[in-house]
């Protein structure tokens, strides 16, 4: 056993202010971090001895010297001694600076916690929204704007989530701990600390790295993690005290319904990644169905140790006693031993028949058997008519309050989990349809040519005239092997049809909702997914007294070009009759995805941000012309180069009148953990998700600037975005980009990381850096440090209008208009993450000459973004408005740039032995990965 009052070894120092507004939070933050070093510097020197302690503290004094050193002999100093580190010894060290980092980050959590734990409850998002709801419209209006909401989160497994679960739930575990405060030198803070260096040994010995590639199923199990503790923990406290608000308001939550719920593309997402199957699909849904009965179980549970109401006291209820008659003596839910007992508590006899039901139900499911009426649940609103049962029973014999208090929440929490906990959307590429309708319509033979010669117009009308006919194109044997009518590459994408068809039995509709299609760029795509759909049983407008459309259809538009016709696809859509009878059997709704991430990747980040603000306005337009409700899902990733950025912000800065209560966005990779790990964090997310969509929804209807204003500020915007998107593609045109982006970053590494089931590049046609996905893009640049994505082009777009004489509009607009102020709010927090000197140790060590004049025009914009940005917000520095963040990043700096010097090191050896036709090295890999673990846990994102 240690010594612990033997003399402290070496500690790596730390000054890491926290992320906040509270001057007072900042010292404390402080002295956590210090702790937490200096228990990972007693670590270390356990597992490795003092030398390596000693290494780490004079690598981060040097390489803080260097950096507000004015000689560049003295960086190099540090990179060459870097270089030579034995390979042992760099993994160590980086292994020390990345587990440093991650410490720091769990403790900035804790006191984000604090902070909101001591914030006055009214100032908090929801309590201010109802109020300012209520005071300015009243509490008709107020009603209104609830009853409309439904905002969903929708977990995606978006492989930018580099820590394995292994470590997160070590990080839980320290947060956990810090969460009690302790007085330094008492027997509590000894027994706190002897936890921690607990926590951080074992931390220290758990492979980062993963060992094998996640599977689809791996990736489920993640997100069902994350869910189990929303819906248990999480979620009853957020609808309660909503509840609680909007009854002081004059308003109220609707019974049975819930404003807010979880999605997910997990097991559904097939575009261009070959592991999601149809099985997969079925599994995956098995696994939601299991937690969602659980869940249920738990609450029901909770609700039995709580109802020991007596009927001998308060009356017998007839209905409630005339359903336990059935539970019992008809299906055998109540078995008599446990029934004698509880006769004069009909509550619990109750709630125990509804947690048999579950059980069976889950039996059902797991065996494949029949439903039962009675003695299973085949929807979820078959639980939620038992709640109203026992709900109403209290209330008639004066249990109104508790009719009204846990009961009533837990029903509403189950109301939004059903059997299948969260909806999972279904997301294939638009090309995979036509390839299976080709086969379809070439043999029938009739049309004049083949089916994929057809333009688009052509197309379209071929599509429409074929969804209107009664006729099936092929018959049940479609997806029979036997048939001979699919093949192997087009049979599993019409075989997922089936399974839709199917988990709808079993689960109910609410299961999967929607079908997205992938790079929609017209109605045919939308059309051919409908026509299939209806091939397999989901879609029927022949019968006039049996229509129904048990799925809808979401076009994602992610290009330019997709984005600027959004409009004109929509009205396509909705002007055909048997498309907008499909819209109205589905409600009068329509879904639309809007991808940031590839639009960002073509045109940069002004010219995305601005086509999609357009393209909403379009489409909202367009939604109203036809009488029918849009819900905007919003593909939005982690960094500002995916459509990152705050989300209360991102809500609020949507064009008016495109809320309508309904809205989606993805939520994927670290976000996920940094916004849910922690119960106080996740609530947090949570009120701030539906407070931005309930202002938005009821007070955002009308411009919130003139006619003419909004006129004048988009004319400016698109003066920007013009030049922007001008000088963004000279760098993306420039034939020797694929070339420098590969030497000069770390992407050809991402798939070594195993941090996610799917490929880096689509499995389309697509070629090039155009086939790369937008994740490893972002990646790639950010582990650099160039972040090309999340600020090039804007110098230039600004420029241009100031030169113009559009500087007054510029500074107009920052003040008044929500939407370009969060715009350059989020250029300029990846600004201040940028570091040009970082990024020129990577080009000049790993690039050849040849290629540096990219980096120089990089870096060219670079300056002149920082220039222009500073100039418009009125500040000497990027962050000068915003301190502590300005601090923060500033000092992660000095732990963060030792990593990257190692990486670069890393890399040049890695290359070298690829150019000698050498064999990987196995320990020379594993130094590189963790390079990457360790850039990614300093800037909190990989991509």
Request: glycine share 8%.
């Given at each position: 056993m240690r010594d612990e009052s033997a003399p402290p070894v070496p500690t790596l120092t730390a000054e890491f202010p926290v992320v906040g507004d509270d001057p007072h939070i900042d010292a404390p933050l402080r002295a956590v971090v210090r702790r937490l070093s200096t228990l990972l510097g007693r670590t270390i020197a356990d597992q490795h001895g003092p030398e390596l302690l000693e290494l780490v503290e004079d690598v981060r004094r040097q390489t803080k010297e260097a950096k507000s050193s004015t000689d560049a002999d003295d960086a190099r100093r540090i990179q060459q001694r870097l270089a030579e580190l034995p390979i042992e010894q760099a993994t160590a060290l980086t292994r020390a600076f990345t587990e440093y980092f991650l410490l720091a980050n769990a403790a900035e959590q804790v006191y984000r916690v604090r902070a909101l734990d001591e914030a006055a409850a009214e100032d908090s998002w929801i309590p201010r929204t109802v109020k300012a709801i209520s005071e300015e419209l009243g509490p008709e209006a107020l009603q209104a704007a609830v009853d409309s909401l439904d905002v969903r989160l929708v977990f995606t497994a978006h492989p930018t989530e580099a820590s394995r679960r292994a470590v997160l739930t070590k990080l839980r575990r320290v947060s956990d701990l810090l969460d009690s405060e302790t007085e330094e030198g008492t027997v509590e803070r000894r027994r706190q600390d002897r936890d921690l260096s607990e926590v951080i040994e074992a931390l220290w010995q758990t492979d980062e790295l993963r060992r094998q590639q996640p599977t689809p199923i791996d990736e489920s199990r993640n997100a069902l993690y994350y869910l189990r503790q929303i819906y248990l923990h999480t979620m009853p406290g957020v609808l309660d005290d909503f509840r609680d608000e909007l009854r002081e308001a004059g308003a109220d939550l609707t019974e049975r319904t819930t404003p807010l719920r979880f999605g997910s593309w997990i097991g559904g997402d097939r575009d261009g990644n070959p592991f999601v199957t149809a099985a997969v699909t079925r599994e995956v849904l098995r696994l939601q169905a299991d937690t969602a009965i659980d869940i249920a179980i738990e609450f029901i549970t909770r609700a039995i140790a709580d109802l020991s109401v007596s009927s001998s006291l308060t009356g017998d209820d007839p209905e409630l006693r005339a359903s336990l008659v059935e539970d019992i003596e008809r299906h055998g839910l109540v078995e008599r031993d446990q029934y004698e007992p509880y006769e004069q508590e009909p509550y619990r006899l109750k709630l125990g028949a509804m947690r048999s039901k579950l059980e069976n139900t889950r039996r059902r499911i797991h065996d494949g058997l029949a439903h039962e009426a009675g003695r299973d649940y085949l929807r979820g609103s078959e639980l939620q008519d038992d709640f109203d049962l026992v709900r109403a029973a209290l209330a008639r014999h004066q249990g109104d309050r508790v009719a009204d208090g846990s009961l009533a929440i837990a029903q509403q929490v189950l109301a939004g989990v059903g059997l299948s906990l969260a909806t999972l959307d279904?997301?294939?590429?638009?090309?995979?349809?036509?390839?299976?309708?080709?086969?379809?319509?070439?043999?029938?033979?009739?049309?004049?040519?083949?089916?994929?010669?057809?333009?688009?117009?052509?197309?379209?009308?071929?599509?429409?005239?074929?969804?209107?006919?009664?006729?099936?194109?092929?018959?049940?044997?479609?997806?029979?092997?036997?048939?001979?009518?699919?093949?192997?590459?087009?049979?599993?994408?019409?075989?997922?049809?089936?399974?839709?068809?199917?988990?709808?039995?079993?689960?109910?509709?609410?299961?999967?909702?929607?079908?997205?299609?992938?790079?929609?760029?017209?109605?045919?795509?939308?059309?051919?997914?409908?026509?299939?759909?209806?091939?397999?049983?989901?879609?029927?407008?022949?019968?006039?007294?049996?229509?129904?459309?048990?799925?809808?259809?979401?076009?994602?538009?992610?290009?330019?070009?997709?984005?600027?016709?959004?409009?004109?696809?929509?009205?396509?859509?909705?002007?055909?009759?048997?498309?907008?009878?499909?819209?109205?059997?589905?409600?009068?709704?329509?879904?639309?995805?809007?991808?940031?991430?590839?639009?960002?990747?073509?045109?940069?980040?002004?010219?995305?941000?601005?086509?999609?603000?357009?393209?909403?306005?379009?489409?909202?337009?367009?939604?109203?012309?036809?009488?029918?409700?849009?819900?905007?899902?919003?593909?939005?990733?982690?960094?500002?180069?995916?459509?990152?950025?705050?989300?209360?912000?991102?809500?609020?800065?949507?064009?008016?009148?495109?809320?309508?209560?309904?809205?989606?966005?993805?939520?994927?990779?670290?976000?996920?953990?940094?916004?849910y790990m922690l119960p106080v964090?996740?609530?947090?997310?949570?009120?701030?998700?539906?407070?931005?969509?309930?202002?938005?929804?009821?007070?955002?209807?009308?411009?919130?600037?003139?006619?003419?204003?909004?006129?004048?500020?988009?004319?400016?915007?698109?003066?920007?975005?013009?030049?922007?998107?001008?000088?963004?593609?000279?760098?993306?045109?420039?034939?020797?980009?694929?070339?420098?982006?590969?030497?000069?970053?770390?992407?050809?590494?991402?798939?070594?990381?195993?941090?996610?089931?799917?490929?880096?590049?689509?499995?389309?046609?697509e070629k090039g850096l155009d086939g790369l996905r937008a994740i490893p893009w972002v990646f790639g640049w950010t582990q650099s440090r160039q972040i090309v994505p999340g600020w090039f082009g804007a110098g230039s777009g600004l420029k241009a209008a100031r030169e113009a004489g559009l500087e007054d509009e510029l500074h107009d607009m920052l003040r008044s208009w929500h939407f370009f102020r969060t715009v350059i709010s989020n250029i300029e927090m990846t600004l201040a993450k940028t570091d040009m000197d970082i990024a020129a140790h990577y080009v000049h060590s790993l690039v050849p000459e040849r290629l540096w004049h990219l980096f120089d025009g990089i870096r060219e914009e670079y300056e002149l973004t920082v220039a222009e940005v500073e100039r418009l917000t009125g500040v000497l520095g990027l962050l000068d408005n915003q301190p502590i963040l300005k601090r923060t990043l500033a000092v992660r700096d000095r732990y963060l740039d030792p990593i990257s010097y190692m990486q670069v090191a890393m890399l040049q050896r890695v290359r070298a032995r690829d150019a000698q036709g050498l064999e990987p090295d196995e320990q020379l890999q594993r130094a590189l990965l963790t390079t990457i673990n360790g850039v990614a846990a300093g800037l909190k994102n990989t991509g």
């Open positions: 279904v997301r294939e590429h638009a090309e995979k349809h036509h390839e299976v309708l080709a086969r379809l319509f070439d043999r029938l033979g009739e049309l004049d040519g083949a089916y994929d010669d057809l333009d688009r117009e052509t197309r379209t009308r071929v599509l429409s005239a074929e969804l209107a006919s009664r006729r099936p194109m092929a018959g049940a044997e479609l997806s029979s092997p036997e048939s001979g009518i699919l093949d192997d590459v087009t049979r599993p994408t019409f075989q997922v049809f089936g399974e839709i068809r199917e988990a709808h039995r079993v689960y109910g509709p609410e299961c999967i909702e929607t079908y997205i299609v992938s790079m929609t760029r017209g109605a045919d795509d939308i059309l051919a997914v409908a026509l299939l759909a209806r091939e397999a049983g989901l879609i029927d407008l022949a019968s006039p007294e049996k229509k129904r459309a048990d799925i809808g259809f979401v076009p994602l538009l992610e290009t330019v070009e997709e984005l600027r016709n959004a409009g004109a696809i929509l009205d396509q859509l909705l002007r055909d009759p048997s498309y907008r009878e499909i819209v109205r059997l589905r409600g009068d709704r329509q879904e639309i995805m809007l991808g940031y991430s590839d639009s960002n990747k073509e045109s940069g980040v002004v010219t995305s941000q601005w086509e999609i603000h357009q393209a909403q306005r379009r489409l909202r337009d367009v939604a109203a012309e036809h009488d029918v409700t849009l819900r905007l899902f919003h593909g939005r990733g982690g960094s500002v180069g995916r459509g990152g950025g705050p989300t209360y912000d991102a809500i609020l800065a949507q064009p008016y009148g495109v809320l309508e209560g309904a809205i989606k966005f993805t939520e994927q990779g670290e976000v996920i953990s940094d916004k964090l996740a609530r947090e997310n949570l009120d701030l998700s539906l407070a931005a969509v309930l202002q938005g929804t009821a007070l955002h209807t009308t411009p919130r600037q003139s006619a003419e204003q909004l006129e004048r500020f988009g004319q400016v915007m698109q003066h920007v975005s013009d030049a922007a998107f001008a000088r963004y593609r000279v760098l993306a045109d420039d034939p020797d980009l694929p070339e420098y982006f590969v030497l000069s970053t770390p992407v050809e590494q991402l798939g070594d990381l195993k941090i996610g089931s799917r490929p880096s590049k689509r499995t389309t046609s």
